[in-house]
């Protein structure tokens, strides 16, 4: 069974970056064809979709997040990571990982594999 778990700071200052890490056990995150994402969820907001890396290390963003996002990942670990600079509070919100066939922001009530969501507030 393929669990993820996010990992990273629960509270960020404004202007600096939020880091974030998901763990994926019971699979690999090179499996073929699979696309790893994150997504986050603002109080009172619906799903918002950040982006994604796929098996083969390609990523894929946001138009509107592309200029502050970077997704990464760590074959060894077997963990892709979620970079988000320059901060505000607007960017305070319950942050998933989630993996699937699917890609993209209209796929994500359809996604197989769901970390469990870490709340990030950014504040002083």
């Known amino acids: 069974q393929v669990q993820l778990q996010e990992s990273g700071p629960g509270l960020v200052k404004p202007a600096q970056t939020l880091s974030l890490t998901c763990t994926v056990s019971?699979?690999?995150?090179?499996?073929?064809?699979?696309?790893w994402s994150w997504i986050r969820q603002s109080p009172g907001k619906g799903l918002e979709w950040i982006g994604a890396?796929?098996?083969?290390?390609?990523?894929y963003y946001s138009p509107s997040l592309k200029s502050r996002t970077s997704i990464s990942r760590d074959t060894s670990k077997n963990q892709f990571t979620l970079r988000l600079t320059s901060v505000t509070p607007e960017d305070t919100a319950v942050y998933y990982c989630?993996?699937?066939?699917?890609?993209?922001?209209?796929?994500?009530?359809?996604?197989?594999?769901w970390g469990q969501g870490t709340l990030v507030t950014v504040s002083l």
């Open positions: 890396i796929d098996y083969s290390g390609s990523t």
């Open positions: 989630a993996g699937d066939l699917l890609l993209g922001p209209r796929t994500m009530g359809y996604l197989d594999l």
């Open positions: 019971g699979g690999s995150i090179t499996t073929n064809s699979e696309y």
